[in-house]
């Protein structure tokens, strides 16, 4: 859809499907922090230092559920959950033109 805010420019907006999953644990994992700490870019809120409750991150992934996205280069078994969870809560979308966004959180239940 496009649409125009009042003293703003036109921009597209549209909605796409998303999950927040909150897991301590995957947070907790080493091989997680070593690549939420790695080199490649992230989309997250984590900065320098161990990971803590404001190291939020945001992946896609492609909405068929055929393993693909941003971040699938995470560790194997992490990402596998990620997907299952979309599996579980979404469905495949084949055809969908965004994909889904699911950030992970690390909030103490």
């Known amino acids: 859809m496009r649409t125009r805010h009042p ?3 036109l921009m597209d907006v ?4 998303g999950l927040v999953i909150n897991a ?9 922090q ?10 997250t809120w984590h900065r ?6 404001y190291s939020d991150v945001v992946v896609l992934v492609d909405p068929s559920l ?16 990620i997907i299952g969870a979309c599996v579980d809560q979404l ?5 969908a033109t965004h994909h889904y966004m699911v950030r992970l959180t690390n909030l103490a239940a």
């Open 66 to 81: 055929s393993g693909e996205g941003s971040d699938s280069d995470m560790p194997p078994r992490i990402w596998s959950r």
């Open 48 to 53: 320098d230092g161990p990971v803590h409750e």
């Open 91 to 95: 469905g495949a979308a084949d055809g």
């Open 14 to 17: 549209s909605p796409c499907r």
């Open 24 to 32: 301590p644990d995957i947070f907790a994992d080493a091989e997680f």
């Open 7 to 9: 003293g703003s420019l």
């Open 34 to 43: 070593a690549w939420l700490t790695g080199d490649s870019l992230k989309f």
